[in-house]
């Protein structure tokens, strides 16, 4: 009558990221598309042209605080998450990626458990 449904490994990984400069950047905004070049470009410069390959989709994005949720396929989210920890230049200006979130499920991404207000 019922039958169950498991899903041992889903489709994509879902991570939610942050840029920050070292410099004061208040005069330098990133909108969602160039923060996705961003990205592509980190994963070009670790991984090449093969890496230029990643099909990576930025799902939202804040321009004030520059944080993204990107889905990237599963097989791919080691890969991107390497590639956005060594990248640290955009134009000569100093950056990190910080990856805040990582999770499977969009869903998860909605409620930090750390940063609730009681």
């Given at each position: 009558?019922?039958?169950?449904?498991?899903?041992?490994?889903?489709?994509?990984?879902?991570?939610?990221?942050?840029?920050?400069?070292?410099?004061?950047?208040?005069?330098?905004t990133i909108d969602a598309i160039l923060f996705k070049y961003v990205v592509?470009?980190?994963?070009?410069?670790?991984?090449?042209?093969?890496?230029?390959?990643?099909?990576?989709?930025?799902?939202?994005?804040?321009?004030?605080?520059?944080?993204?949720?990107?889905?990237?396929?599963?097989?791919?989210?080691?890969?991107?998450?390497?590639?956005?920890?060594?990248?640290?230049?955009?134009?000569?200006?100093?950056?990190?990626?910080?990856?805040?979130?990582?999770?499977?499920?969009?869903?998860?991404?909605?409620?930090?458990?750390?940063?609730?207000?009681?």
């Amino acid at each position: 009558m019922y039958k169950r449904v498991v899903i041992n490994k889903p489709d994509f990984t879902y991570l939610k990221t942050k840029l920050d400069f070292e410099e004061n950047t208040e005069n330098f905004t990133i909108d969602a598309i160039l923060f996705k070049y961003v990205v592509k470009q980190a994963v070009g410069f670790v991984f090449g042209e093969v890496g230029g390959s990643l099909n990576v989709d930025v799902l939202k994005y804040s321009i004030k605080e520059r944080e993204a949720i990107l889905r990237v396929r599963t097989s791919a989210a080691v890969q991107l998450q390497s590639a956005l920890s060594l990248y640290s230049s955009y134009k000569g200006k100093l950056c990190a990626f910080h990856t805040l979130q990582v999770s499977p499920h969009l869903i998860s991404l909605a409620v930090n458990s750390r940063h609730i207000d009681v």
